[in-house]
Each structure stands twice: as structure tokens, then as C-alpha cells.
């Protein structure tokens, strides 16, 4: 899997991002394992094109001292498609300026 990982984050700072995934994000069923929306000018023509598959949202795994985003965009609706697959460019982007400013925002040195 394709993935940007940031580590070596200090365990108070790892309750900041979970408290702020919550507000954020989409909760999964897996602990741990949050879904965030990819915003819909940044989807590719087969992921506008298939609306029964939306929303579109990439992963957020966290560990005890590390945060893993996935460079893979999902549907919640099924796994078995063809809009879903490895990000785009620009999606990637996304993924990365939204850690960044995740951290920022938070007061999160790393």
C-alpha cells in the first residue's frame, strides 16, 4: 500500500489527533481507522461519474506514536469497483497539505 507516514509523535499529541479525526472524519468500524472525504473538484471522471459509489474518502490509521494516511481512494459503499484504486495526483496532494495542516493546526511538532 501506498501511504505517507508521520512518526515519533508524542502520545499526548496522539490524543490531540484523535479528538480531532472525530470531529473530522468518519469513524470506521475498526478502532483506530478513521475515513476522510475526498472533496468532490478533486475526484477523477470514473469517480464523479459512479454517485451510487460516493462519498470517496481516503484512510487514517493511528498508531500508539504514528499517523499512516492511505494513498488510496475507497468507496464506503462496496469494494468492488472500478472508481476505486491508488490516487490521483491531486489527490495526493490533498492527502499530504491535509496532515500538514492537521499538525499546524494542532501544535504538533515532529
Known amino acids: 500500500m501506498r ?5 515519533e509523535i508524542d502520545p499526548a499529541d496522539m490524543g490531540k489527533i484523535t479528538g480531532y479525526l472525530r470531529k473530522a472524519a468518519i469513524s470506521s468500524s475498526m478502532e483506530k481507522v478513521y475515513w476522510l472525504q475526498i472533496p468532490d473538484d478533486l475526484l477523477s471522471e470514473t469517480q464523479v461519474a459512479h454517485t451510487h459509489c460516493q462519498p470517496h474518502v481516503f484512510a487514517v490509521e493511528l498508531g ?3 499517523v499512516k494516511l492511505e ?3 475507497r468507496s464506503l459503499k462496496g469494494m468492488r469497483c472500478s472508481c476505486q484504486g491508488y490516487c490521483t495526483e491531486p489527490q495526493t496532494g490533498y492527502i ?3 496532515a500538514h495542516d492537521m ?3 494542532l ?3 515532529t
Open 3 to 7: 501511504a505517507y507516514l508521520i512518526d
Open 64 to 66: 500508539g506514536d504514528w
Open 71 to 73: 494513498f488510496f481512494s
Open 96 to 98: 499530504i497539505r491535509f
Open 103 to 105: 499538525l499546524r493546526d
Open 107 to 109: 501544535g504538533i511538532r
